[in-house]
């Protein structure tokens, strides 16, 4: 927490508005997150985190709200058991879906509009039939919903390209 504070304290002192708390890898699983989020806003940040929602149990979306967390964005991309974890492998459909609905539950309970739900849906060939089905379920949900199509950044290769083995 230490070299968190001096960081923060450090991009603050560089005129930073927001910090992402989100790298490569599932935010969640910091247990100091709630912390991170609630120093960042006592230094006037706007602050938001990428997650997958597999760990946002109630206490922990309880503990995002109180500490201000701007805007949580859910990758999720799958409507069906089936579909979600053959893409969202090692995570269980029915667990993010309760986690998801837990939180916008403890979000009207705690009167707060914050964070800001976006849901983010990536059309893959896995997932692709319940593209409409995300749309219609989420959109009076989530405060926002995204869908995107793979692309290409660059160097020349194909992203859209899939391998059943790597």
Not at 8 to 32: A, M, S
Not at 34 to 39: F, P, R
Request: charged share 35%; aromatic share 10%.
């Amino acid at each position: 927490m230490s070299k968190y504070k001096d960081s923060i304290d450090e991009v603050v002192d560089l005129g930073c508005r927001q910090v992402v708390l989100t790298g490569f890898g599932e935010p969640l699983v910091d247990k100091n997150l709630e912390q991170k989020v609630g120093y960042a806003k006592s230094k006037g940040l706007r602050t938001y985190i990428i997650c997958n929602a597999s760990l946002l149990t109630k206490a922990r979306g309880a503990g995002l709200i109180k500490a201000g967390l701007d805007e949580l964005r859910v990758s999720f991309y799958g409507m069906r058991k089936e579909s979600y974890e053959r893409v969202m492998v090692g995570l269980n459909f029915e667990i993010t879906m309760k986690n998801l609905a837990d939180f916008l539950e403890t979000r009207t309970e705690l009167g707060s509009k914050r964070p800001r739900l976006e849901l983010n849906w990536l059309v893959l060939p896995e997932n692709e039939e319940d593209t409409d089905l995300f749309q219609r379920y989420w959109e009076e949900k989530a405060d926002a919903i995204e869908i995107w199509k793979p692309h290409n950044f660059g160097d020349g290769r194909d992203y859209r390209q899939r391998y059943e083995e790597v």
